[in-house]
């Protein structure tokens, strides 16, 4: 789920700054930490994941979260890592929908685009969450072996917020936490959806406008996974669009991440979309804005705050009405 990377995909294979001992499993790392983690009545719990599986002996008390979007699910559990990932510019702590869960803490910077595991060592770590980290067996072996790690659920990053959340509260003893917390945002959804059956059938793109053209997120991405969670369908051509097959943008609704209006219709072609002339476009702003950050991260303290964004836009935009402009973000 990247938090609104100017790349096609959600994230990369990460490398690291310094040389870990290697460990063949996490089941065998060693436990570094605070002393005083006591064995505790939910624990030893095991997580499932694509590099085999974690066992975590005793309630974490030093949690460090190497994946992109980890944060935000610890935080919304009530966990404030001691090492975190930030990988759009070192401004996690300045987005809204954490704020309040932050309480004004500071979360130190383990990596970005690279992550560092000196630093990750230095925090002195009891886990090591990383269920969307992107993570490849040799950078996910030296983690286990600074601590337990739980590793990507599934590959390429096809996991769901559900999902994810399911796995971290299990891994923090918050599983009853974390059940209410998803169906609570999943009524979120819900509620959307019964305010606007307009949204139902119709098919939207999400459209990232890079330098090499335009790409149109897949059903699978996160990303895209918030707008048919509202009901909305995925377009039958995804992936990477050539300029000249512009028609293939079109869709009963466009939405558009990493450009303003007159960027991405300054193409003739992308002109004389029917999406375009119609006013069916939501334009949601630049990759480095909150609402894309808000989707990158999809988690359950960003997605209220991208609903509050872009139900209304959608409305305006799936309304039928071509005199209705959706406004841009």
Known sequence: MTACSSSTGSAGSTTTASTVSTSPSATSAAVSGSASAAVTAGYPVTIDHIFGSTTIATQPQRVVTVGFNEQDFALALGVVPVGTREFIGNDFARRPWAQ???GGATIPTVGEQQLNLEQIAAADPDLILGPYAFLDQNIYDQLSAIAPTVGDLAPAGAVSWQQELAAVGTALDKSAQAQELAASVEQRFTDAKTAHPEFAGKTLA???LLDSGY???EPTDPRMRFFTD????????TGQIAAENTADLNADVVAVLGAAQAEFTADPLVQNLPAVTENRVVYFGPFTGDFAGALGFSSPLSLPYALDVAVPRLAAAADGDPATVPDAV
């Open 230 to 237: 509202l009901g909305f369908s995925a377009p039958s051509v």
């Open 100 to 102: 309040e869960a932050l």
């Open 215 to 217: 790409y149109v997120l």
């Open 206 to 208: 999400l459209v990232l």
